[in-house]
């Protein structure tokens, strides 16, 4: 192992490191909470406000005192980030070394960099269009090129595969395996696995539903199709039983957020 790799992958390990990706473990969880009041707000008085990230982030620009929460929000996106792509590089992830798990903490890296800059994008207040409209007009300008469709529809499928890995490890409690159960009591752990195998369930079925949603557009060759978690959780609420279901979906959003609380710190970073 080359002297650059060793001080890379000592980083990736520091004291500092691990502090921050628990900020960042903090910081989604607290989105998710919002996330999961923002649907029950749809599914009771049919808000318009979005239930996806931006939408979360920017209840809490909002509030007073909230461009400081978010300040720390995007350090704790950015330093999540900056843990899981130095994994990845220096192969370093505590789930194993394999290729697989390299890929697994990239992509987890891209996106909670993507998350820091949407954060930053509502801190500086240059979110201009809801992440839905974006995610509508990128679907737009792929389906102009030629092949745009299938990629659309890859990708829709991507993001349909993402989500059932969600819930199968949701069901078969997988997430068990990051947590440090031995530093709580059984109580605890009862708890904290519970609202770990509900929420973990429901944040898949509901990424999966958005990536049907995509499919759907590759289908129809309907950009508007693609809609992103809101519009998932929107496509509930227009469905026999919609209000239930989406208070179903509401509640697995809080149990995931609470679970990200207890994840920040017991999880084995």
């Keep these: 192992m080359s002297t650059a790799t060793m001080t890379g992958a000592r980083a990736a390990h520091s004291p500092a490191m691990r502090a921050t990706a628990r900020v960042g473990l903090t910081a989604r969880a607290i989105v998710y909470l919002l996330m999961g009041g923002l649907a029950i707000d749809i599914a009771v008085g049919g808000s318009k406000r979005p239930a996806n990230q931006q939408g979360a982030l920017a209840e809490v620009a909002a509030t007073p005192g909230g461009s400081v929460l978010l300040v720390l929000i995007a350090a704790g996106f950015a330093g999540y980030a900056l843990w899981r792509l130095s994994q990845a590089l220096f192969n370093t992830s505590p789930e194993g070394s394999d290729g697989k798990e390299r890929a697994k903490c990239a992509a987890r890296g ?46 829709g499928v991507v993001v349909v595969v993402v989500g059932a890995y969600l819930v199968a490890e949701g069901v078969r409690r997988k997430f068990v395996d990051h947590l440090n159960t031995g530093r709580m009591s059984r109580r605890t752990q009862k708890v904290v696995v519970a609202l770990g195998a509900v929420g973990t369930t429901a944040r898949g079925a509901v990424v999966g539903l958005a990536g049907v949603l995509v499919v759907a557009a590759a289908i129809t060759a309907d950009p508007k199709e ?18 239930w279901l989406l208070g179903i979906a509401a509640l697995g959003l809080l149990a995931f957020g609470s679970y990200g609380l207890a994840e ?3 999880s084995q970073v």
Aim: hydrophobic share 40%; proline share 1%.
């Design 226 to 243: 693609s809609r992103g978690l809101d519009g998932a959780l929107r496509t509930l609420a227009h469905q026999p039983l919609g209000t």
């Design 110 to 155: 891209i996106v909670y960099a993507l998350l820091c800059g949407t954060a930053v994008n509502v801190l500086t207040g240059s979110a201009g269009s809801t992440q839905d409209k974006q995610q509508a007009g990128m679907t737009a300008s792929l389906m102009h090129h030629e092949g745009g469709r299938w990629l659309v529809g890859i990708a």
């Design 264 to 266: 920040a710190k017991w």
